[in-house]
């Protein structure tokens, strides 16, 4: 079984984003970019997967600029077979994020196509689901827990009222989300050994995919600085101020 894993080369988690001058956008230049953190849980998984013997080969695909090779090397790293590097310095939103990964889905055909829950840079939470509706695939999305057996995917989904557990026919999208496991450190051997692994490079032109943005970003800026807390006596007092300073009693 063919398990395909999505990566974003993201502004690492660390690092504090800054507005750019003018307004238009963050400034990610000589920023550290590293593995969007659920992308590296959804690489653990499928490795995990392979472990037990449930999977058979792991195929980690990253879409953006020359540097996401860097992605996708730890992602080898961490143990998956194979690389796919769809090369563009254009700005990729989610459905077009969809659209080049169900084309490599078509070219692959995975019986599992893994993702993170979201980006940690665009927080959109939208590629998962758009994928699983474009291949016409089940969902299994916020996965705590994923049970692989030969036809179907048991996934215990984190929703706000708890967990809830669906069964998938595979094949099927599952996105990941922070219980699901704990990603390994990856060791100087396995770096080593990744450097000879497969890593095909391809364009959004050769999937014959338009990338071309549907959202326009209009402005970006700070969010407004919040002021200090105060603590308050009793809860009299509490009441008090949210009624009569915060006015939302
Ligand atoms: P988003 O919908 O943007 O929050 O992203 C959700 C997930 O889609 C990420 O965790 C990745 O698994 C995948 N994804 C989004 N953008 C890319 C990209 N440029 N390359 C590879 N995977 C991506």
Same mark, same amino acid.
């Given at each position: 079984?063919?398990?395909?894993? @999505?990566?974003?080369?993201?502004? =690492?988690?660390? !690092?504090? #984003?800054?507005?750019? %001058?003018?307004?238009?956008?963050?400034?990610? *230049?000589?920023?550290?970019?590293?593995?969007?953190?659920?992308?590296?849980?959804?690489?653990?998984?499928?490795?995990?997967?392979?472990?037990?013997?449930?999977?058979?080969?792991?195929?980690?695909?990253?879409?953006?600029?020359?540097?996401?090779?860097?992605?996708?090397?730890? @992602?080898?790293?961490?143990?998956? =077979?194979?690389? !796919?590097? #769809?090369?563009?310095? %254009?700005?990729?939103?989610?459905?077009?994020? *969809?659209?080049?990964?169900?084309?490599?889905?078509?070219?692959?055909?995975?019986?599992?196509?893994?993702?993170?829950?979201?980006?940690?840079?665009?927080?959109?939470?939208?590629?998962?689901?758009?994928?699983?509706?474009?291949?016409?695939?089940?969902?299994?999305?916020?996965?705590?827990?994923?049970?692989?057996?030969?036809?179907?995917?048991? #996934?215990?989904?984190?929703?706000?009222?708890?967990?809830?557990?669906?069964?998938?026919?595979?094949?099927?999208?599952?996105?990941?989300?922070?219980?699901?496991?704990?990603?390994?450190?990856?060791?100087?051997?396995?770096?080593?050994?990744?450097?000879?692994?497969?890593?095909?490079?391809?364009?959004?032109?050769?999937?014959?995919?338009?990338?071309?943005?549907?959202?326009?970003?209009?402005?970006?800026?700070?969010?407004?600085?919040?002021?200090?807390?105060?603590?308050?006596?009793?809860?009299?007092?509490?009441?008090?101020?949210?009624?009569?300073?915060?006015?939302?009693?």
């Amino acid at each position: 079984m063919k398990a395909l894993v @999505a990566v974003k080369r993201v502004v =690492d988690y660390n !690092v504090k #984003v800054r507005v750019k %001058a003018d307004g238009s956008d963050v400034d990610i *230049a000589n920023v550290k970019m590293s593995m969007n953190p659920f992308d590296e849980i959804a690489v653990e998984e499928a490795v995990r997967l392979k472990e037990a013997g449930k999977v058979s080969e792991i195929v980690v695909v990253s879409l953006g600029v020359k540097q996401c090779e860097e992605t996708l090397r730890t @992602a080898l790293a961490m143990g998956a =077979d194979r690389a !796919v590097h #769809v090369e563009t310095d %254009a700005e990729l939103q989610p459905l077009a994020v *969809a659209k080049l990964l169900k084309a490599v889905a078509d070219k692959e055909q995975p019986s599992l196509a893994i993702l993170g829950k979201q980006a940690i840079d665009d927080d959109a939470n939208q590629t998962g689901q758009m994928l699983a509706a474009l291949l016409g695939w089940g969902q299994g999305t916020f996965a705590s827990k994923v049970e692989l057996n030969a036809e179907t995917a048991t #996934v215990t989904r984190e929703v706000d009222g708890g967990l809830e557990t669906v069964k998938l026919a595979l094949p099927a999208v599952i996105t990941s989300d922070l219980r699901l496991n704990e990603p390994r450190y990856v060791k100087l051997p396995n770096i080593m050994a990744a450097k000879k692994k497969p890593l095909d490079k391809l364009t959004p032109a050769d999937l014959g995919v338009d990338i071309a943005p549907r959202l326009k970003t209009l402005k970006v800026a700070e969010p407004a600085k919040r002021s200090a807390g105060i603590k308050v006596a009793n809860a009299a007092e509490l009441v008090a101020k949210l009624k009569n300073e915060a006015k939302v009693l």
